[in-house]
């Protein structure tokens, strides 16, 4: 009997150290089939016990009995043990440190081209008028013939065009829009046309084979030069500052009669001439004229009852002034070191 209490005293002794030593559930579950398993200690001792008299086994059975439940709870309460343990290290692995500093979103920058296209959009939309697109490929048409230029004019050469086919060009500037919205024969008319245009230029640091231009046009009943100076004045203040001078130098343009270059005083050095404009102290900027009359009969309009101002400037012309960039080619080249600055 005593060697029995003894046994059983030394299995559960054992099992206890060894449970507490255990880090994981797998090697719990090693000492529960160790000890209480088909083939465990307790059965092994059990089977020992065969020639014992009727008489002690009730009191055997019940030693054995209570060493299993202490086993057990043991193994129990372990096993409640390491599965807190799992979920502290499970929570520590998910901490998130809520004071560590956001990572900086790499943001990107509105294109010199595009910054010089919303203002220009700003001031003329605060001058009442609409913005409207035409299309990039054009009919020779448009292009040219209803805006006063004929087959065989030397504005053709002078312009460079890219032909789709013989009636269908890429078109050469923005002034088609005119003669489409012209021909919608809704008066009266306030708008600005921006878009790309195509040239087959070499590049250099001025030229481009497509480039962007804004093209406007104002026609309604007793539209006079005056409009065209007045509001062109104050659009050169607007983009260039309010001291900017302006001066309208006689031009020619097939579809504006008169027509005129304007030039704006230079914004870098007053007027007094500088490296920024070639010691002139005069900046050119834009084309306009008042709409020759042939071109209001080519699209439907009365030069009886209506007349109208045309403009056309370049928008790259506008930015790269606006920025102090000297070389058209940084434009284009979308260098994102360059786009940065702005
Ligand atoms: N289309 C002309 C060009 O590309 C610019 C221009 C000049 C537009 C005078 C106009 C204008 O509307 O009236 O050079």
Request: proline share 5%; with cysteine; aromatic share 8%.
């Amino acid at each position: 009997m005593s060697d029995i209490r003894e046994r059983l005293e030394m299995i559960r002794r054992q099992a206890v150290r060894q449970m507490e030593e255990v880090h994981t559930a797998e090697s719990l579950n090693e000492i529960r089939v160790a000890v209480l398993g088909k083939k465990g200690e307790l059965k092994d001792l059990m089977k020992g016990l065969k020639d014992v008299s009727a008489e002690d086994r009730p009191r055997i059975g019940q030693m054995v009995n209570e060493t299993r439940n202490i086993i057990e709870s043991r193994l129990e309460e372990v096993k409640t043990r390491l599965e807190r343990e799992k979920m502290a290290r499970d929570l520590e692995n998910e901490k998130i440190d809520v004071t560590l500093p956001a990572r900086k979103a790499v943001i990107g920058h509105r294109h010199p081209n595009q910054i010089a296209l919303e203002e220009v959009e700003r001031i003329f939309v605060g001058m009442g008028y609409e913005v409207v697109e035409g299309p990039e490929v054009e009919y020779d048409e448009y292009n040219f013939t209803k805006l006063n230029i004929p087959a065989n004019h030397p504005a053709k050469d002078e312009q460079d065009t890219f032909y789709i086919n013989k009636d269908i060009v890429l078109r050469t500037q923005t002034s088609p829009v005119q003669a489409r919205v012209m021909e919608t024969g809704k008066m009266p008319i306030r708008m600005i046309a921006p878009g790309r245009v195509f040239r087959s230029d070499e590049v250099d640091a001025t030229h481009s084979p497509s480039f962007h231009q804004i093209e406007g046009l104002v026609v309604d009943k007793n539209i006079t030069l005056a409009d065209l100076k007045g509001t062109l004045q104050e659009f050169a203040r607007e983009i260039f500052g309010p001291d900017t001078r302006t001066k309208f130098r006689p031009h020619h343009f097939p579809f504006t009669e008169p027509s005129a270059e304007m030039d704006v005083s230079c914004f870098k050095c007053g007027g007094k001439g500088c490296r920024f404009c070639k010691g002139e102290g005069w900046i050119e900027i834009l084309g306009c004229g008042m709409v020759h009359p042939h071109v209001f009969e080519m699209c439907g309009i009365d030069p009886n009852e209506y007349t109208g101002f045309a403009f056309g400037v370049g928008l790259e012309r506008i930015a790269l002034l606006k920025y102090e960039i000297d070389d058209m080619r940084l434009l284009y080249e979308n260098d994102i070191r360059f786009l940065k600055q702005f």
